[in-house]
């Protein structure tokens, strides 16, 4: 073998290996498509909680369905889920507690005690109370 042939078998090792190993690291480019759309529904769920909390602030009330958040000022377009352009669940449980339900493709890298928003896959619902509280959150297969 000449010294050419020898740098060009090494040099395409080392780019088969590396390539593998990013993608050990980092997932394929589909997992990271999977990632951001979790991330994005995360996202939502905040962005509906903050206009949850305002609307408690001027009303004293939770509104009997999502759609009454859509004021211009609240919210302008109510967010959906941009996998599947399905509507996020809310769930009024009574006068003071309500429920926020997504489903995620990825289950949370984050798995923090002190990270309210961690989620398995799947359908996952989160529970609030109306003081400002979070309450634990819970898994809901309806």
């Given at each position: 073998m000449n010294i050419d042939r020898i740098a060009f078998v090494v040099t395409m090792g080392l780019v088969v290996s590396l390539t593998a190993i990013g993608l050990f690291i980092l997932?394929?480019?589909?997992?990271?498509?999977?990632?951001r759309?979790?991330?994005k529904r995360v996202v939502d769920l905040i962005q509906?909680?903050?206009?949850l909390d305002d609307y408690w602030e001027e009303t004293k009330s939770l509104p009997d369905?999502?759609?009454d958040l859509?004021?211009?000022?609240?919210?302008?377009h109510m967010p959906s889920d941009p996998g599947t352009g399905m509507p996020y669940v809310y769930e009024k449980k009574d006068q003071f507690n309500y429920r926020l339900c997504?489903?995620?493709d990825r289950p949370s890298q984050k798995q923090t005690s002190d990270n309210f928003w961690v989620h398995p896959v799947g359908r996952h619902c989160f529970s609030f109370v109306q003081n400002n509280t979070n309450l634990s959150d819970d898994v809901g297969n309806d």
């Amino acid at each position: 073998m000449n010294i050419d042939r020898i740098a060009f078998v090494v040099t395409m090792g080392l780019v088969v290996s590396l390539t593998a190993i990013g993608l050990f690291i980092l997932g394929t480019p589909a997992d990271q498509r999977l990632l951001r759309l979790d991330e994005k529904r995360v996202v939502d769920l905040i962005q509906l909680t903050q206009a949850l909390d305002d609307y408690w602030e001027e009303t004293k009330s939770l509104p009997d369905r999502s759609g009454d958040l859509l004021d211009g000022r609240r919210l302008k377009h109510m967010p959906s889920d941009p996998g599947t352009g399905m509507p996020y669940v809310y769930e009024k449980k009574d006068q003071f507690n309500y429920r926020l339900c997504a489903s995620f493709d990825r289950p949370s890298q984050k798995q923090t005690s002190d990270n309210f928003w961690v989620h398995p896959v799947g359908r996952h619902c989160f529970s609030f109370v109306q003081n400002n509280t979070n309450l634990s959150d819970d898994v809901g297969n309806d």
